[in-house]
């Protein structure tokens, strides 16, 4: 596994979040699923994961698409969109110019 395997900080700092909310969302749907059984307590420990996934992820991204522009923002989930700081053809880096 030579350089081209390695990870940056951003891809670093993604799969840490990643991880870490993966870790909350099976605390937090392993709580709520007291005295369920287990495919009730492996679908709460998803919904956790997911709607903390949402909130955490998705949605300072689309504040971002609307109050400004992901491209041209310095936040952190600006950040973790590699592609918009080189030349891509995605709407938000074609918009900004």
């Known amino acids: 596994m030579g350089a081209e395997w390695e990870l940056g900080a951003e ?12 870790a909350a969302g099976c605390a937090l749907g392993l709580r709520l699923g ?3 059984g287990v495919a009730d307590r492996g679908a709460l420990i998803w919904l956790c994961y997911d709607a ?18 992901v491209a041209n923002s310095d936040g952190l989930i600006a950040s973790l969109c590699i592609s918009c700081r080189s030349p891509c053809a995605c709407a938000s880096c074609m918009a900004a110019g």
Do not use: D, Q, T
Request: charged fraction near 10%; aromatic fraction near 10%.
């Open 11 to 22: 891809a670093g700092g993604s799969l840490l979040l990643c991880a870490a909310l993966l």
């Open 34 to 36: 007291r005295g369920r």
């Open 52 to 69: 903390l996934v949402h909130f955490a992820l998705e949605g300072p991204f689309v504040y971002l698409s609307l109050v400004g522009n």
